[in-house]
């Protein structure tokens, strides 16, 4: 979901990564130690359960607490609470939100967050996350499982995950971030690895191997044939065997019309290329063969 | 549908058990003196806390067994006693931690993580998942199943349908007539064959730790292991003796990860190393089957050569090995750089099966006993992202990722491909266009993909936000019709946020695609001795003259 947001708001400092040019800003109109709970004990006590609420590390600015995100709380404190004297995260700009969370956080993961797809749409992190009232058990999600919190937008994968051959994420075995960084990545798609069967190898390296006749669409990219994120055919296929194959394969050797075994009577009798898994039927190492006669992944 | 009556007919009985143990005071309300009054250091060395939550019920089914293997596919659905979901957090002291998490405890699809440290210093974890794959509850097979994935068929029923006659339906009933070869067969499938279980389990065991010794550094140190055993559904092509089949196929594959990484982060800056290794070991090498059709090996025409046994390859051990360095920089402006470069190797050097085990045929000695496969993937990414004033960003990236094949181009004097090929001509090249053993070279396939691009976008109001960005790839390739081939593509995206529920997303986008280098006839290579007339009646692959 897009924040409704107002562009017009500075994003400079606190919380901006950008050094300042004259070292670090002073701790001065930091509020007293405890102050902030006396007045937001729901939100306190609701940080406190969490790792934001138990770490003693602090910002680049030096400051701990509920001020390393809401900024120095002094003026807050000494205006009874107005609003207008405390950075409140839920009215800011995405781009300002990140830069909060990423004066902290602006490492491992989140390294390729600038510039990447969700970031340059506009998404901030309490797009995803939220740091006090979180409803997942862990991440800190705004929804009560990662599935649900990914398909708040993407919609069309959340269709395609409940078609009848799909990726075990409806029943909880992986998610979309057993393939996907949200935080960006180098690879395409956001994916963790540098390239899509990179990413399919951390779990199917048995098709990593190197082999001796390489059916090269395999080698390129293994969606060219697979829609992992489900399909209504068999093996999560793009398309039924044997028209897949026949996207490239076509005329030569194995004609392209459906064709029998027996054409003398009136009954069609599918032959081996067309039932079961068609071309794969004969063709079984259609992924490539280290046979020295596999050339055509016959064996 | 059936398994709808499964589901309404779920018999939950949940009971959530909430732990709450302070044998301390560190739980209470919170103090509500004056700030300065807090000392809570002191006291807060004391905590000792655990809380937690188990769900426990029963569980059934108004079907049993239900009539769909789909709606157990990727899960275990028990009958009678579950324990669901346990969760439990202690805190044996300030600062420290112990998250254990289980959910379907002792099911197939169980998976617990043990997760716990010292907050902000380090932390450790041990995980453990399980998950099963279920293709189908209903097969059946004819094979008996022997050690070293051997499949064999009762003589008897191979003897008979090796002297049945040839498949005909004279009376146009839709079934092969009696004592033809697949009227044989397939009555032996239906009184004769044998329940098969056809799915695998999937177990995955995982250890990690992370150091955070100060604000800057972090290491990290991980291992995993992943089994996955079962039976795999598996098509056997006979080499054009026209009788495919098909078994339960066991496999025992295991991988195996380990990583270790390093990363350095600062105001301006932040820089790390991972260092990645896998290996994955097959727990067998082939399959060998009985073909249906021919008890014993046939005599050879100028068409077949039947094998009375088939053999085909699986999947090959390989190691992996990957390094990569990875940084950013953040500059004035709001503006910051990142860049990753990685480099990896892929090995494999699996001893080559022989060309068949057809006892009538001798066929020519192999080049090499195995492959030595390897293959690298260095990638170079760069990007530079900017917003120079609340309402503008924009970025530019340039990336490059190659597939450098470093296998070796094995040439065969006298490729074959079906068995009937091997006695005909030795290596004479001259007895035809599809049926001779001809020289045939490996040709190991590699790829690069240059991308880069820019884009930019402007966000004026509250509701309105554009972007517009070009990118451009270049793909080169090894051994493949198209070469070189680039991509110019433009994209325009405007989002308009109505109120936090309602924003509608559009996007337009032109692709203009073209083949740069293009060489129809790239499979030639494959053919030292240059026979071009075979080559064309053997690739089927679209191409364009």
Redesign the interface.
């Known amino acids: 979901?897009?924040?409704?947001?107002?562009?017009?708001?500075?994003?400079a400092q606190p919380g901006?990564?950008?050094?300042p040019a004259g070292g670090a800003p002073a701790a001065a109109g930091l509020a007293?130690?405890?102050?902030c709970?006396?007045c937001h004990?729901t939100e306190?006590?609701a940080l406190a359960a969490t790792?934001h609420g138990?770490?003693?590390?602090?910002n680049?600015d030096g400051i701990t607490s509920c001020e390393s995100c809401h900024g120095p709380g002094g003026a807050h404190v000494a205006a009874e609470g107005t609003k207008e004297t405390i950075l409140n995260p839920a009215t800011l700009?995405a781009?300002k939100v990140n830069?909060i969370c990423l004066s902290c956080h602006?490492?491992?993961a989140r390294?390729?967050w600038?510039?990447s797809p969700h970031?340059?749409?506009?998404l901030a992190c309490t797009s995803c996350h939220s740091v006090h009232h979180a409803a997942s058990?862990t991440l800190l999600l705004i929804k009560k499982t990662e599935f649900e919190t990914c398909t708040g937008c993407h919609l069309k994968r959340q269709a395609s995950l409940y078609r009848?051959a799909h990726m075990?994420m409806r029943?909880?075995?992986v998610t979309c971030t057993s393939c996907h960084d949200p935080h960006g990545t180098?690879g395409p798609s956001m994916l963790r690895q540098?390239?899509v069967n990179?990413n399919c190898?951390s779990?199917h390296?048995?098709?990593?191997?190197?082999?001796?006749?390489?059916h090269?669409p395999v080698?390129?990219s293994c969606v060219t044939c697979h829609d992992p994120h489900g399909t209504l055919n068999p093996r999560l296929l793009v398309a039924k065997v044997p028209r897949l194959c026949q996207q490239?394969?076509?005329?030569?050797?194995?004609p392209t019309q459906p064709y029998s075994?027996?054409s003398s009577?009136?009954?069609f009798?599918p032959n081996?290329r067309m039932f079961?898994?068609g071309c794969?039927?004969?063709?079984?190492?259609i992924h490539g063969?280290?046979?020295?006669?596999?050339?055509?992944f016959?064996? | 549908m059936r398994a709808r009556g499964i589901l309404a007919g779920w018999l939950a009985l949940g009971l959530c058990l909430g732990l709450g143990w302070r044998p301390s005071a560190a739980q209470e309300e919170?103090?509500?003196e004056?700030?300065?009054k807090?000392e809570p250091k002191k006291e807060e060395a004391k905590r000792d806390t655990l809380t937690g939550e188990v769900v426990v019920g029963v569980t059934g089914q108004d079907e049993n067994p239900p009539n769909s293997a789909?709606f157990s596919?990727?899960?275990e659905v028990p009958s009678g006693f579950t324990a669901d979901r346990l969760?439990i957090n202690w805190t044996p002291k300030e600062?420290f931690y112990l998250e254990l998490?289980a959910?379907d405890v002792s099911q197939l699809?169980q998976a617990v993580l043990a997760d716990f440290g010292h907050?902000?210093h380090w932390k450790g974890w041990i995980d453990w998942?399980e998950?099963p794959?279920q293709w189908t509850d209903q097969a059946k097979q004819l094979y008996a199943e022997h050690a070293g994935d051997v499949f064999t068929l009762d003589d008897a029923l191979q003897s008979a349908i090796q002297a049945g006659a040839a498949?005909?339906?004279a009376n146009?009933?839709?079934q092969w007539d009696a004592g033809t070869k697949g009227a044989i067969l397939k009555s032996a499938l239906f009184n004769s064959a044998q329940d098969a279980t056809v799915g695998w389990q999937r177990q995955t065991a995982g250890v990690g730790f992370q150091a955070t010794p100060n604000?800057h550094w972090?290491f990290t140190a991980s291992s995993q292991r992943?089994h996955r055993g079962g039976n795999l559904p598996?098509?056997?092509?006979m080499?054009?003796s026209?009788s495919?089949s098909?078994v339960a196929a066991p496999f025992d594959?295991r991988?195996d990860w380990e990583t270790i990484g390093a990363?350095y982060?600062d105001?301006?800056f932040?820089a790390?190393i991972q260092v990645t290794a896998?290996q994955?070991d097959?727990g067998s090498n082939s399959v060998t089957w009985d073909d249906q059709l021919f008890l014993n090996d046939t005599a050879v025409n100028a068409t077949t050569a039947n094998p009375a046994r088939?053999?085909?390859?699986y999947?090959?051990?390989?190691r992996?090995a990957q390094a990569t360095l990875?940084?950013?920089v953040?500059?004035?402006?709001?503006t910051?750089i990142?860049a990753?470069v990685?480099r990896?190797e892929?090995?494999?050097d699996?001893a080559?099966?022989?060309?068949?085990i057809n006892t009538l045929l001798t066929p020519a000695p192999?080049p090499q006993t195995s492959?030595d496969?390897?293959?690298d993937?260095d990638?170079l990414?760069l990007?530079?992202?900017s917003?120079p004033t609340?309402?503008v960003?924009w970025?530019a990236?340039a990336?490059d990722?190659k597939?450098d094949?470093r296998?070796p181009e094995?040439t065969?004097t006298d490729?074959?491909?079906?068995d009937y090929q091997v006695p005909l001509c030795a290596n004479a090249n001259a007895c035809g266009a599809t049926t001779n053993p001809i020289a045939?070279k490996?040709?190991?396939?590699g790829?690069e993909r240059a991308n880069f691009g820019a884009?930019a976008?402007w966000?004026?109001?509250?509701?309105f936000?554009g972007?517009l960005s070009f990118e451009r790839e270049v793909m080169k390739?090894d051994?493949?019709a198209v070469t070189k081939s680039d991509e110019n593509i433009y994209k325009l995206?405007m989002?308009f946020?109505v109120?936090?529920r309602l924003?509608v997303?559009t996007t337009a986008s032109r692709r203009e695609r073209r083949a740069d280098e293009y060489d129809a006839e790239y499979f030639l290579e494959s053919f030292p001795i240059g026979e071009q007339n075979v080559a064309a009646?053997?690739?089927?692959?679209?191409r364009f003259t």
Not at chain 1, 16 to 19: F, I, K, S, V, Y
Not at chain 1, 54 to 58: C, D, E, L, S
Not at chain 1, 289 to 295: A, E, T
Request: glycine residues 8%; charged residues 30%; hydrophobic residues 25%.
């Open positions: 979901m897009l924040l409704a947001e107002d562009p017009k708001v500075d994003i901006d990564r950008t050094p007293e130690p405890g102050a709970a006396m004990d306190a006590a790792k138990k770490t003693k590390v602090a680049w700009p781009a830069s602006e490492r491992d390294t390729h600038t510039g970031e340059q749409r506009g058990s009848s075990p029943e909880g075995k180098t540098f390239s990179e190898y779990c390296a048995d098709r990593r191997a190197p082999v001796l006749w390489e090269p080698k390129e490239c394969h076509d005329e030569t050797r194995h075994d027996a009577g009136p009954e009798f081996s079961d898994r794969v039927n004969c063709h079984s190492m063969s280290n046979h020295p006669s596999g050339m055509r016959l064996r | 919170p103090p509500k004056e700030p300065k807090e789909k596919e990727y899960r969760y600062g998490r959910v699809d907050q902000d998942s998950n794959r498949n005909v339906d146009a009933d839709g604000r972090t992943e598996q098509s056997l092509g080499t054009f026209l495919p098909e594959y991988t990363e982060a105001r301006r932040n790390g896998s994955f097959t088939g053999r085909l390859t999947a090959t051990d390989n992996m990875f940084g950013g953040n500059l004035a402006g709001h910051r990142d990753t990685s990896s892929t090995t494999q699996d080559f099966l022989p060309k068949t192999l492959y496969g390897k293959y993937i990638l990414s990007r530079i992202a917003r609340t309402t960003r970025s990236w990336r990722w597939y094949n296998s094995v065969f490729y074959v491909t079906t045939r490996s040709l190991p396939y790829w884009s976008g966000r004026p109001t509250a509701w936000d972007m390739r051994f493949s995206s989002d946020t109120n936090e924003s997303r009646a053997n690739e089927g692959m679209r």
